[in-house]
């Protein structure tokens, strides 16, 4: 695999303000890499979205994380963070299981090697993840300089928000020190702001 073209800017503003990619865009970027027939891709893609893992941690996901001795692959997991320390409860559903049983099978991946590598089997960086991030955004016809390697942290975590879940379990999802962290980093406040505002304001 030869290393990506770099598309779009690095991830530029606040930290936390990249745009999430919505359910109907998700489906799309699915369905595009399985088009493409991308095993790596797709595997890495889903479970981003799955795990709202940062990307350092994503990536530094191994074998043994996601499959039990026995060749099984796990509905959950925990893993401890590299940015807080602390641990995390993990979940993944049953199409990213797929996809990362069919990575491992297809890369013949032990135990102890890391689930998304290149070709010299070392982990992807962040910049690979990054550009990654930008290209599944610009294959659906999305501007890329509005996606990073936030987007797929925040795409799930928006998600559930937006389906009832509470504030305080996503917040323990995501591994965040505190509420306050969550509401800052999905920008609630102004998307609350911005559905009044839509509702509210006089018809021109």
Not at 46 to 71: C, E, P, Q, W
Not at 111 to 125: H, Q, S, V
Not at 186 to 202: A, I, T
Request: hydrophobic share 35%.
């Amino acid at each position: 695999m030869k290393k990506p073209r770099r598309r779009g800017g690095h991830n530029k503003g606040p930290k936390g303000q990249a745009r999430e990619f919505t359910e109907k865009q998700v489906q799309k970027i699915k369905h595009w890499l399985i088009a493409c027939k991308d095993t790596k891709q797709l595997a890495l893609f889903l479970t981003a979205i799955d795990t709202m893992l940062r990307s350092s941690d994503l990536l530094k996901l191994k074998v043994r994380d996601v499959r039990t001795n026995a060749g099984n692959m796990k509905v959950d997991f925990t893993i401890k963070q590299k940015k807080t320390k602390k641990y995390v409860d993990v979940s993944i559903g049953a199409t990213t299981r797929k996809a990362l049983r069919a990575l491992i099978e297809e890369e013949n991946k032990q135990d102890d090697d890391y689930l998304f590598t290149t070709r010299n089997n070392r982990p992807f960086t962040g910049e690979w993840f990054r550009i990654f991030v930008k290209r599944w955004a610009e294959a659906i016809g999305l501007d890329p300089c509005y996606y990073s390697g936030h987007s797929t942290r925040r795409t799930q975590a928006i998600y559930l928000y937006e389906n009832g879940a509470k504030i305080a379990e996503i917040s323990k999802a995501l591994g965040h020190r505190s509420i306050k962290a969550t509401i800052l980093y999905l920008g609630l406040k102004r998307r609350k702001l911005m559905k009044v505002l839509k509702r509210k304001k006089m018809k021109l």
